[in-house]
């Protein structure tokens, strides 16, 4: 099982990114995704969720109204559009995958975001 994320970049105060992760998983509508993000020398945080079918999707507080996720199923890709970025948001972000509520077993390997002020 592979997760490829990409989209990171740098950016200035202000701007947007839009995050994409494809996913080989054959059944991939079964997972909830989630982005994740860990800036050096901080924990890794939980960003933002979706469940299977889009419906249901969480947001750390501090980018709910910034940030949006969604996934497509036919093409196995889950995206975190960010905008009015934050030097704050710096971080490696991740996507990975849960078959059960919570817990996150296949992991990408991440994809730097540097805002710079």
């Known amino acids: 099982v592979q997760l490829q994320a990409f989209g990171g970049g740098l950016v200035q105060a202000g701007g947007s990114l839009r995050l994409s992760c494809a996913a080989s998983l054959r059944t991939f509508n079964s997972y909830r995704m989630g982005w994740f993000r860990q800036a050096p020398g901080k924990e890794r945080e939980r960003v933002a969720t979706?469940?299977?079918?889009?419906?249901?999707?969480y947001y750390k507080d501090s980018v709910k109204g910034r940030f949006t996720i969604s996934r497509d199923n036919a093409k196995n890709t889950v995206y975190l559009q960010m905008n009015s970025l934050k030097p704050e948001d710096t971080a490696v972000y991740y996507c990975a995958a849960a078959y059960r509520e919570g817990l996150y077993e296949y992991w990408g390997q991440g994809t730097q975001v540097t805002v710079s002020s």
């Open positions: 979706i469940s299977w079918n889009g419906i249901s999707t």
